[in-house]
C-alpha cells in the first residue's frame, strides 16, 4: 500500500491505496542469462515457459529438464534438452515496460484448413465479456492488461494478467504448454492494442481470432492477414471492427 493525497471537488483527502508491481526476473537457460523480464509478480512459471515457447527454445513440456522461479532473489533457473543459440540478438517491441524478443515478427504460414470455421459474434462478445468479469487486478487498481484464450463458442479456457500485454500472451501460451492443451483454432481476447509482436505469437499458437478492445497496428494487420487470422479490435458494447478475414465471423 502507498499513502497518496487526493484532491476531489475542493476537498484534499489522505489515505492509502493499492499499487500495481513490477518484479525484475533474471531468466537463466543452461547456465547462461539470457535476459531480464519484468512483468507481474505471480505465476512466473506460466511466463518463463511461454516466453520460451514462443522464442522457439521448447515446443513441449517434457523439453524442460529444470524449471525453477525464485521469487526472493528474482531468478528463474532453466535447463532445456536443446542448445540455446550462441547468438542472440534482442529486439526492443512496443510492448508495454518495452517487450523483447530474439527474433522479428513472422507470421509461421496459413492457419490449417481445420481450424478455418467460422466463429458466430455472439461467441466473440461472450470472450471479451468473461475476460472482463476476470479481470480482478485492474478492478482493483487498474494499470494491469489481462487476456485470454476461449474455444469457438466463446467459453473461457485460460486467463492471464500481466502489467504487459506481450506477457499475458506469453503467459498463456506457458501455461497451455504446462498443461498440454492444444490452442489451435481458439478465439484470443485482450485488453491491450494488438501489435506486431502478438499477432505473431498467436499466429505461432495456431489462434483463429484475436479480438481487443482497442486498435491494432499496421503490422499486426499484416501479420494476420497473412496467417490467416480474423482481427477484431475496438469492441465496444454491442460494436466492433474487423481487420481482417471478416469472412470467418459468422454474423446474424
Known sequence: MTEVTTYNDGKVLRGEVDVVREFPLVLRVNDREIVTLVASPHDLRFLVAGFLRLQGFVSRADDFLVLSVCNDYGIANVRIKGEVPQELKPVLTSGCGTGITFSLPQAGGKLPAAVREQVPVAAIFELMKQLALCSTKYKSHGGVHSAAV????????????????HNTVDRLAGEALLREMPLSG???????????EMA????????????????????????????GITLVGYLRGTRFTAYTHQEYILFP
Not at 186 to 196: C, D, K, L, N
Open 150 to 165: 476461449g474455444d469457438a463458442a466463446g467459453r473461457l479456457l485460460l486467463h492471464a494478467e500481466d502489467i504487459g500485454r
Open 186 to 196: 481458439t478465439i484470443m481476447a485482450t485488453s491491450g492494442r494488438v501489435s506486431a
Open 200 to 227: 505473431a505469437k498467436a499466429a505461432q499458437l495456431g489462434v483463429a481470432v484475436i479480438v481487443s478492445r482497442t486498435s491494432p497496428t499496421d503490422m499486426a494487420i499484416r501479420i494476420c492477414e497473412e496467417a
